[in-house]
């Protein structure tokens, strides 16, 4: 079992990405695929005169400030990628199934009550933003339709009993592996994996682990270091490795699976 995570940030090769899930899907291995739509919804954002927000956390992490406007416009976005890629893989025979986070509640979650942001070095509490964190993915669902030979490709927002609300991909992708006991999960981005200097491809971190992830989260800034505590949270839960990769060119899952990348694994606790 392996799940498969593709940025929503720009840059990822998506034909690439169908044709590798279509090839490993025909070899008989259950694959579930996870998306995000950050890019998308900037663009789309922008193009209807409502461009995006973000606020930084105390932690130093970006994230967008979702109002009701804001959610809208992120899941018209994600909705069409969803689509996108659902078309892509059956035109190479496989049997995708697109589903939102809300679809047979496959992702639930809860709604922070409070945001805090850092603006011009003071603090800020945003008590409007409709984001929140996936608690709970429906693993009978997404085992039946993997039976049943579909592929999964699932996309945020997640259910709350708020309603609809914006949840991290990563993390999302995080939970649905450790719930389904996948042995992989492979997050793909815009770079080669973790780097020790942001403009060197070569100064690579190939390997993370336990016993280094601190010093791997002091290397990380931005969307970087949420993959990294979605990796920990995946691995704490059970999970084999996580594989940060780049999800450009040629064979992006394949070079993933063969360890070209940021490998994390190990003990955790």
């Given amino acids: 079992m392996i799940v498969v995570k593709i940025g929503g940030g720009g840059g990822v090769d998506l034909d690439a990405c169908c044709d590798d ?6 070899a008989g291995e259950r694959v579930v695929l996870v998306h995000g739509g950050s890019g998308p919804a900037t663009a789309l954002g922008e193009a209807l005169g409502y461009p995006p927000r973000f606020i930084t956390a105390p932690s130093g992490v970006s994230s967008r400030y979702t ?11 994600v909705a069409a990628l969803n689509t996108q890629l659902v078309a892509g893989l059956q035109a190479r025979g496989v049997n995708a199934i697109g589903l939102s986070g809300p679809d047979g509640r496959v992702l639930e979650g809860r709604r922070k009550e409070a945001v805090v942001a850092v603006e011009d070095g003071k603090r800020r509490v945003i008590r409007d933003d409709r984001s929140g964190t996936v608690e709970r993915v429906n693993g009978p669902l997404l085992r039946l339709l993997l039976e049943q ?10 259910l709350s009993p708020d309603g609809p609300i914006n949840v991290d991909g990563d993390r999302a992708a995080a939970l649905v592996a450790a719930t389904l006991g996948a042995g992989t999960l492979v997050l793909l981005t815009n770079v ?11 100064s690579l971190v190939e390997t993370v682990t336990s016993e280094t992830m601190d010093e791997a989260l002091a290397l990380a800034g931005g969307r970087m270091r949420v993959k990294l505590l979605a990796a920990r949270e995946a691995l704490a839960a059970g999970l084999e490795r996580v594989v940060i990769a780049d999800g450009r060119g040629e064979r992006p899952i394949a070079r993933a699976l063969e360890g070209r990348g940021t490998v994390v694994s190990g003990a955790w606790h």
């Fill in 21 to 26: 899930l279509a090839r490993l899907h025909g």
């Fill in 67 to 77: 109002d009701a406007r804001t959610l809208e416009i992120f899941t018209m976005a």
């Fill in 149 to 158: 030979g579909y592929l999964p490709v699932i996309s945020p927002p997640a």
């Fill in 192 to 202: 080669p994996g973790l780097l020790r200097e942001v403009s060197d491809p070569a």
